[in-house]
């Protein structure tokens, strides 16, 4: 098969992009991922030849990404297997089915856009909307944020305490599209915004940690434990 012929199925690579996109999320935190997928997102939507067909594939690419990375939500029905198994499935595809709209709406406002630059700016700011909007809408369902991505690291994540996790989101589909728009342009600005905002996120990440007089450490351990664990157990 040719590249050509490759790119024929456009809805399948969207697909297998947002699935490999959930590898860049804990706890495997392969960064690679998300350059791959998102740059290759926007090559496609690049391509795309109409809003509908934009729609699409911002669909198949959430799809995959909600459908694989929200396969935890089905782990309780593992615990008597052979009864609820079988259910696992639908799971991952009603995960899918409906989340997958939260990249697909961002993708079809994209389409609006001219050029591969624009088009990455503007999927960075209305998937960060929709991220948002994901968090409350429908009394919310806020997992699985971008921004999580960068907690490998103590330092990536000090940029949180002044633009939150949604602006960490937007900075990470800004970095992450920088390849896509250097292969379409070759403009060597698009190397320097990724090494820009590199240098911000650990800049100042090594400045809140190392350097900041206000800046407090603790050997604390701190657990979260899920609501439905009996007290006694919360308290040993």
């Known amino acids: 098969m040719t590249q050509k012929e490759l790119f024929n199925y456009k809805k399948t690579i969207s697909f297998l992009l947002g699935s490999l996109f959930v590898l860049a999320l804990p706890p495997y935190y392969i960064f690679i991922a998300s350059f791959i997928s998102?740059?290759?997102?926007?090559?496609?939507?690049?391509?795309?030849?109409?809003?509908?067909?934009?729609f699409a594939l911002g669909y198949w690419f959430g799809f995959g990404f909600f459908a694989f990375g929200f396969s935890w939500v089905g782990n309780a029905l593992l615990i008597d297997a052979l009864t609820f198994g079988w259910l696992y499935p639908l799971v991952l595809i009603g995960s899918g089915a409906f989340f997958g709209l939260f990249f697909a709406i961002p993708a079809w406002l994209?389409?609006?856009?001219?050029?591969?630059?624009?088009?990455?700016?503007?999927?960075?700011?209305?998937?960060?909307?929709?991220?948002?909007?994901?968090?409350?809408?429908?009394?919310?369902?806020?997992?699985?944020?971008?921004?999580?991505?960068?907690?490998?690291?103590?330092?990536?994540?000090?940029?949180?305490s002044v633009l939150g996790a949604f602006g960490l989101t937007f900075l990470i589909l800004t970095l992450t599209g920088?390849?896509?728009?250097?292969?379409?342009?070759?403009?060597?600005?698009?190397?320097?915004?990724?090494?820009?905002?590199?240098?911000?996120?650990?800049?100042?990440?090594?400045?809140?940690?190392?350097?900041?007089?206000?800046y407090e450490k603790s050997n604390t351990i701190i657990r979260i434990v899920q609501p439905s664990i009996p007290q006694t157990m919360k308290w040993d």
Request: with cysteine; proline share 3%.
């Open 178 to 214: 920088c390849p896509a728009i250097f292969y379409q342009t070759k403009n060597k600005r698009a190397i320097v915004l990724a090494l820009a905002i590199v240098a911000i996120i650990w800049g100042f990440g090594y400045y809140r940690v190392h350097a900041l007089p206000n």
């Open 38 to 54: 998102i740059s290759g997102l926007l090559l496609l939507l690049n391509q795309s030849n109409s809003k509908k067909h934009a």
């Open 110 to 160: 994209v389409s609006y856009f001219n050029g591969i630059t624009a088009k990455a700016l503007a999927f960075a700011s209305f998937y960060t909307l929709s991220e948002w909007l994901r968090s409350f809408i429908l009394t919310g369902f806020p997992w699985n944020q971008l921004g999580s991505m960068l907690a490998f690291d103590t330092h990536a994540l000090q940029l949180a």
